[in-house]
């Protein structure tokens, strides 16, 4: 089987038995149910609530939309090939699959460096946030994490894509691209191999400057006199950067270490750590430990049922 025959790829069943296709189904949903309303309500909390037009906030919503396209690239595909319990992906959806997962999984690196400096500027340079991070700036960051994150995920999709396939069986739940090297038959695929080594040596760069800068914090932390300020800084911190190393560590451990040939419950397990974790983890941190966004979330909430009695007052009146 060759590239020019190949027009779909089979993808990792988690069981034979109807009934597990029927439970990962019910798993899958919850979370992804779960994850997505959480990081859509704080899209909706920070946009519906002018208090939090800030840097920081901006940065947020940016994560939580990561988030959603991050798990709808993947999830949805995979639950609906359980309950029809078939495990086919087309060729072009194999593509487009992953173009956008890899451009959502490295926006969300970047986010999350940017917003570790955010939170240096905030805490060790205080009076000079305004003027470092003002809204020009954070917007010029935002697009240019979007639009290096495109530019990086076309050329992944590129090195995966442009050398043959031997084979079409992915021993993945998506497509992941070490498991589609795995197929290729060619020494194209030292491009792709390049590329990945290329951005781990990125990653590495991200992780170390995301550590340095919350050294420099949790330094200017200790300095705070004992109380509510220094207990707020490590609260939102240390989840950050803890979700932050657990992301890239199962990351890195699922695109670099050497692929099995067959299925693997190492392979599977560490790729839904660092796909599930930090999409449903992000707005938990930010959001049950974030007095703004609680407030944003309960005004929000009460707008929302106070259009609903007025629509269901306008129904009542009219049908009278």
């Keep these: 089987m060759n590239k020019s025959s190949l027009s779909e790829f089979l993808l990792l069943e988690f069981s034979e038995v109807w009934e597990f296709q029927i439970l990962h189904f019910i798993l899958f949903l919850v979370f992804y149910l779960t994850a997505t309303t959480a990081n859509l309500l704080i899209v909706s909390a920070i946009t519906s609530d002018y208090h939090l037009h800030t840097p920081m906030y901006f940065l947020l919503m940016n994560l939580a939309i990561q988030d959603v396209g991050q798990i709808s690239v993947i999830f949805p595909v995979s639950m609906a090939n359980s309950l029809m319990n078939d495990s086919h992906i087309s060729y072009s959806g194999c593509i487009v699959q992953v173009l956008f997962y890899v451009f959502f999984i490295s926006s969300d690196y970047s986010l999350l460096t940017v917003m570790a400096y955010d939170r240096y500027v905030a805490i060790c340079t205080p009076l000079q946030y305004e003027m470092v991070m003002n809204r020009h700036t954070c917007l010029q960051m935002v697009m240019a994490v979007w639009i290096i994150s495109c530019f990086y995920a076309v050329l992944h999709t ?136 609680k407030n944003a979330l309960k005004k929000l909430i009460c707008l929302v049922f106070a259009a609903q009695n007025s629509f269901l007052k306008g129904v009542i009146l009219n049908s009278v």
């Excluded at 590129?158 to 290729?184: D, K």
Aim: charged share 10%; proline share 6%.
């Design 158 to 293: 590129v090195g995966t894509f442009s050398p043959a396939f031997c084979s079409n069986v992915v021993n993945q739940f998506f497509c992941e691209i070490p498991h589609l090297l795995r197929l290729v038959c060619s020494k194209l695929y030292l491009i792709e191999i390049g590329i990945l080594l290329l951005s781990a040596v990125v990653a590495a760069g991200c992780f170390v400057f995301i550590v340095v800068t919350y050294v420099h914090i949790f330094t200017a932390v200790m300095r705070f006199p004992a109380g509510q300020g220094r207990k707020r800084a490590f609260s939102t911190c240390l989840p950050h950067l803890t979700v932050f190393s657990v992301f890239i560590f199962t990351s890195y451990l699922a695109y670099y270490k050497p692929v099995s040939d067959s299925s693997s419950l190492l392979d599977l397990a560490v790729t839904m750590i660092y796909s599930m974790v930090p999409p449903l983890m992000n707005p938990l941190i930010y959001s049950i430990r974030n007095k703004e966004i």
